[in-house]
C-alpha cells in the first residue's frame, strides 16, 4: 500500500526534534510522501527547508490560515510572493480560506474578523491566480461564503480543493459542478460523520485525496493519540470500503490525484 498524505502539519514534529523518526514511522506504514501545509509565516522557511533537505518524501506550500489572520494579515500576506521566485517553491497556496467556528463572542468584533478573513482570503486567490497554482482551502462553517469568494476570483475551479471536507452530499455536488473536490481525513471513520462518508460517496474515486491533517483528527482507532501520517492507511481502508473497490485500487488512484493535482 502506497500512500502520499496531501495534508499534514510536520511543524510540532519538527520544533521538537523528533522529525526524522515521523518520517521513518510514516516511511514504514507505507506513506512515500507529505504535502507539508503552510499556515503562517512562522512555518513557510521550515517547509521550505524540509522540501530541500527531503525532496524525495516532502513538498510545500504556503498559505495565512483563517485562524491567524489578524490586524496586521496585510504585512504577513504580502511576504508571500517572494516564495514562488524560489527553489523549490510551494506547489500551492494553502490553507487559506474562512473560519467563522472560532469567533470572538463579542459580535462587533467577529464581524470585523470575518471582514479580515475575506479581504485575506480574496488578496491570497488573486495570487493564486496571479501564480497559477493551486489553492487549498479551510472552510468552517463558511462554505457559501468561501464558494461565493471563489466564484469571483478567477481561479480556475480545477485547482481548488477543499480540505478536511466535513460538509455533505449537497456541498459536495456544489464543488463537483464547478470542477473542484474534496480531500477527506479520518473523520470519515467517526461513527456519528455518516455525512462526510455520503459527500465522499457522492465524489466518487476519480478526483478523491486523502489526508491526516496530522497532527489533528487521529482516525477512530487511535482518537485520543497525536494523528500522523503514518494512521493514513486506515482511513485508506475505509475510504475504499465506503466506494467499494480495493485498497489497492483506491491507494494507486488517490496516489496519481495527489500527485496530479500538485504537479509532484
Not at 490553507?95 to 479580515?116: C, H, M, N, S, V
Request: hydrophobic share 40%; with cysteine.
Amino acid at each position: 500500500m502506497r500512500l502520499i498524505d496531501s495534508h499534514a502539519h510536520p511543524f510540532r514534529a519538527w520544533k521538537e526534534g523528533r522529525l526524522l523518526p515521523w518520517i521513518q514511522t510514516s516511511q514504514a506504514a507505507g506513506v512515500e510522501g507529505v504535502i507539508a501545509i503552510g499556515t503562517h509565516l512562522e512555518d513557510w522557511s521550515v517547509y521550505r527547508d524540509l522540501t530541500r533537505q527531503y525532496s524525495d518524501f516532502f513538498r510545500h506550500t504556503i498559505g495565512l490560515h483563517p485562524c491567524y489572520v489578524e490586524a496586521d494579515w496585510e504585512d504577513t500576506v504580502q511576504a508571500l510572493a517572494p516564495y514562488f521566485a524560489e527553489s523549490p517553491g510551494p506547489v500551492a497556496l494553502g490553507e487559506i480560506g474562512l473560519d467563522y467556528f472560532r469567533l470572538p463572542a463579542d459580535t462587533q468584533e467577529a464581524e470585523t474578523l470575518k471582514g479580515w478573513q475575506r479581504e485575506a482570503f480574496q488578496r491570497q486567490l488573486a495570487l493564486a491566480y496571479q501564480f497559477d497554482v493551486p489553492v487549498v482551502v479551510h472552510s468552517r462553517h463558511a462554505f457559501s461564503d468561501c464558494v461565493s469568494l471563489i466564484d469571483t476570483s478567477g481561479v480556475d475551479w480545477k485547482k481548488v480543493v477543499f480540505h478536511c471536507f466535513v460538509e455533505g452530499p449537497a456541498e459536495m455536488k456544489v464543488l463537483l459542478e464547478r470542477g473542484a473536490r474534496g480531500s477527506f481525513t479520518g473523520i470519515i471513520t467517526y461513527p456519528k460523520s455518516e455525512n462526510v462518508r455520503q459527500a465522499l460517496q457522492v465524489q466518487g474515486l476519480d478526483r478523491l485525496m486523502l489526508e491526516t491533517d496530522s497532527p489533528y483528527l487521529p482516525p477512530q482507532s487511535v482518537r485520543s493519540q497525536e494523528n500522523h501520517p503514518g494512521y493514513l492507511p486506515e482511513i485508506a481502508q475505509r475510504a475504499a470500503a465506503l466506494l467499494e473497490v480495493s485498497p489497492e485500487r483506491l491507494c494507486e488512484r488517490t496516489t496519481a490525484n495527489v500527485r496530479e493535482f500538485f504537479k509532484w
